[in-house]
C-alpha cells in the first residue's frame, strides 16, 4: 500500500457526460501528480500540483481540469467525454515537488 | 524532449533465471534520474530501482540491478532468480533532476512472463 488513495476504482459513463476523479495524497506529501495510462498512447503526465498551486503541465486535454484543495486532496475533472477518454488515471504524491513519486492504484475509467 | 524507448514488448523468462529488459533514452540534459517500475495486474505502480545519472555506480535492490551507460543512455534491468512474483509489466522512466520538470516520462513497457 503506497498510501496515496484514488477513488472510485472503477468508472463507468456515458460519451459527454462529466466525471470527477479524487485523490487523497500520502499523508505529509505536497505534491500531487496525474497521469492517464492508455492502450495506444502509454503511461502520460497530466499534470502537477504543489501545496494548492499548478507547478506543472503536460500533454492535459482543455476538457480536463484539476484542483489541489487546502487539505491537499486533489481532483480531476474530466469534461465532454469521448471514448478515446478511456483509460486508467493515476494520481501520485511527492513530500517535493520534485521528490520520488509514489502512486495509487489508479481510477478505470470507461466511457460508453 | 525526452524520450524513453523499450524495445522488447514482451519478454520471458524461466523460473530462478536471469532475464534482462533493455531501455533507451534521450536527454540533452546532463544530470538527471532514472527509474523502473513494475506494474503487477493489480495495476499498482511499484518503484522497482531508481539511478542518479551523477552516480557512476550502478544501483541495486536485492535480485534487482541495472546497468547504466550514461555515453550510450541506455538503461538495463536485470533481475535474478527470477519469481513467480515478478510476473508484471515493467516500465523504464526518466525525470530531470532540476527545478521546472517534474514529471516521469515513461517508456511503453515491457510485459515480463515467468514461467514455472
Known amino acids: 500500500d503506497s498510501g496515496v488513495t484514488q477513488t472510485p476504482k472503477h468508472l463507468i459513463t456515458a460519451t459527454g457526460q462529466r466525471v470527477t476523479l479524487r485523490c487523497s495524497p500520502r499523508?505529509?506529501?505536497?505534491?500531487v501528480y496525474w497521469y492517464q495510462q492508455s492502450l495506444d498512447q502509454g503511461l502520460q503526465f497530466l499534470i502537477q500540483?504543489?501545496?494548492?498551486?499548478?507547478?506543472a503541465k503536460g500533454n492535459i486535454l482543455e476538457r480536463f481540469s484539476a484542483q489541489q484543495f487546502p487539505d491537499l486532496h486533489s481532483e480531476l475533472n474530466l469534461s465532454s467525454l469521448e471514448l478515446g477518454d478511456s483509460a486508467l488515471y493515476f494520481c501520485?504524491?511527492?513530500?517535493?515537488?520534485?521528490?520520488?513519486?509514489?502512486f495509487g492504484q489508479g481510477t478505470r475509467l470507461t466511457v460508453v | 524532449a525526452q524520450t524513453v524507448t523499450q524495445s522488447q514488448p514482451e519478454m520471458s523468462v524461466q523460473e530462478a533465471e536471469t532475464v534482462t529488459l533493455s531501455c533507451t533514452y534521450d536527454?540533452?540534459?546532463?544530470?538527471?534520474?532514472l527509474f523502473w517500475y513494475k506494474q503487477p495486474p493489480s495495476r499498482q505502480m511499484i518503484l522497482v530501482i531508481r539511478?542518479?545519472?551523477?552516480?557512476?555506480q550502478n544501483a541495486t535492490e536485492n535480485r534487482f540491478s541495472v546497468n547504466f551507460q550514461k555515453a550510450a543512455k541506455s538503461f538495463s534491468l536485470k533481475i535474478s532468480d527470477s519469481q513467480l512474483g515478478d510476473a508484471a509489466m515493467y516500465f523504464c522512466?526518466?525525470?530531470?533532476?532540476?527545478?521546472?520538470?517534474?514529471?516521469?516520462?515513461f517508456g511503453k513497457g515491457t510485459k515480463l512472463s515467468v514461467i514455472p
Open positions: 501520485a504524491s511527492s513530500v517535493e515537488p520534485y521528490g520520488e513519486a509514489f
Open positions: 499523508s505529509g506529501d505536497l505534491s
Open positions: 522512466a526518466y525525470r530531470d533532476s532540476g527545478a521546472g520538470s517534474y514529471q516521469l516520462t
Open positions: 500540483y504543489y501545496n494548492g498551486e499548478e507547478r
Open positions: 539511478q542518479e545519472a551523477y552516480k557512476q
Open positions: 536527454t540533452s540534459e546532463s544530470d538527471y534520474y
